[in-house]
């Protein structure tokens, strides 16, 4: 089978002296949605439709080649329900931001994927991954809540044919935040990296309860309060009875909190009495017992907060608070202490004002 690719660069900058000030720096970039069995016919499609955005970019001529295998580690957990463990680390070159779990589910008639990783060659690799194992359409991408290392690859799905489908409060979230979704995680994982990586909106909205089928395998999405953030959704796969819960749930990796404390551990109750029996991690994992995985961010999460009250109640400034809230729990999680200054700083900022 032949894909269809291109070559794109980010061109050197060039400072007053007219000296070059930075190092050209370029990737081949994949296209999905234009296979064909042969390079006739591959080279055909791309240039009868290729993507909007090629013509925007200084990219050369697409070409096509023969598929190559990718370079993301799938692991089949349950038949048909293929998990993806991001690197437990901070998004870098290194890594290309697949630093976020990614799931894609296999019905008879579509696959849904869920998360597209932090960068659109993540989402590239997500798409060669599926087409090792089907050849079906990918009919949905779902992703679970707005950071970046969860979105920067949807892209690269929905030209695969994907409809992006999120909770009702991720598009205005990535409108308002595309610009430093992208300055931000752009340095972090470096401009060749990052090269054709853009936020993109969801082309629906999910109910706040709906059902997906993709033939004899139904999937169950669930939109959440603010917790974890205020665009937090679920996925359970009826079949399978394991719950992709995305980042209302860590494991290993410690919670990060950008929505709701209280919000948080209220949703953590509700999603407890779910029928699921098994549970995929935003980060961590790849596959848990259910509900006995939420007990490590439980502890966490109620220390949390315990903490935040006890620095209120003594008056301590938010300077200080943020030095010993939840400081018992640095043993037990990785990037502690990437993480918990800003949940300290998030508890607090709403405990004080009850």
């Known amino acids: 089978m032949f894909e269809a ?57 697409p070409f ?52 597209s990783g932090g960068s659109r060659q993540v989402g590239e690799q997500v798409y060669l991954a599926i087409r090792e194992h089907s050849d079906l359409p990918i009919s949905h991408l779902i992703l679970t809540h707005m950071h970046p290392d969860h979105v920067f690859g949807a892209e690269a799905l929905r030209e695969a044919g994907a409809v992006v ?3 009702q409060n991720l598009p205005r979230a990535l409108a308002d935040r595309a610009g430093s979704y992208e300055t931000s995680f752009g340095r972090l994982i470096g401009a060749q990296a990052f090269l054709g990586s853009r936020i993109i909106a969801p082309d629906r909205n999910a109910a706040p309860s709906e059902t997906i089928d993709l033939g004899d395998r139904v999937l169950e999405l669930r939109s959440w309060p603010t917790a974890h953030t205020g665009t937090d959704l679920t996925v ?21 909190l950008d929505g709701s404390l209280k919000g948080w551990r209220a949703v953590m109750g509700e999603m407890m009495l779910m029928p699921a029996s098994q549970v995929v991690p935003g980060h961590g994992g790849p596959i848990l017992a259910w509900p006995e995985a939420a007990a490590p961010q439980s502890r966490y999460l109620g220390v949390l907060e315990a903490d935040t009250r006890v620095a209120l ?25 990437l993480h918990n200054p800003r949940n300290a700083t998030v508890a607090y900022t709403e405990l004080e004002w009850e």
Not at 74 to 99: C, K, Q, S, Y
Not at 243 to 255: K, M, R, S, V
């Open 5 to 61: 690719f291109v070559t794109i660069c980010l061109l050197a900058s060039v400072d007053p002296q007219g000296t070059a000030a930075a190092q050209e720096a370029c990737r081949t970039a994949l296209l999905p949605g234009h296979a064909a069995a042969s390079k006739t016919d591959c080279e055909a499609q791309v240039f009868a439709s290729p993507p909007a955005w090629l013509s925007k970019s200084s990219a050369d001529k």
């Open 313 to 337: 109640k003594d008056g301590l400034t938010l300077g200080a608070a943020i030095k010993v809230i939840a400081r018992s729990e640095a043993g037990h999680w990785q990037l502690f202490d």
């Open 236 to 256: 359970l796969d009826r079949t399978s009875r394991v719950l992709i819960a995305g980042d209302l749930l860590f494991d290993e990796y410690a919670p990060a």
């Open 64 to 115: 096509c080649a023969e598929r190559p295998r990718s370079r993301l580690a799938f692991t089949e957990v349950m038949p048909g329900l293929f998990v993806h463990r991001g690197a437990i680390a901070e998004p870098d070159a290194t890594n290309a931001g697949d630093v976020a779990n990614i799931a894609f589910i296999i019905g008879d008639d579509s696959i849904a994927v869920i998360d």
């Open 165 to 167: 489908v999120g909770q």
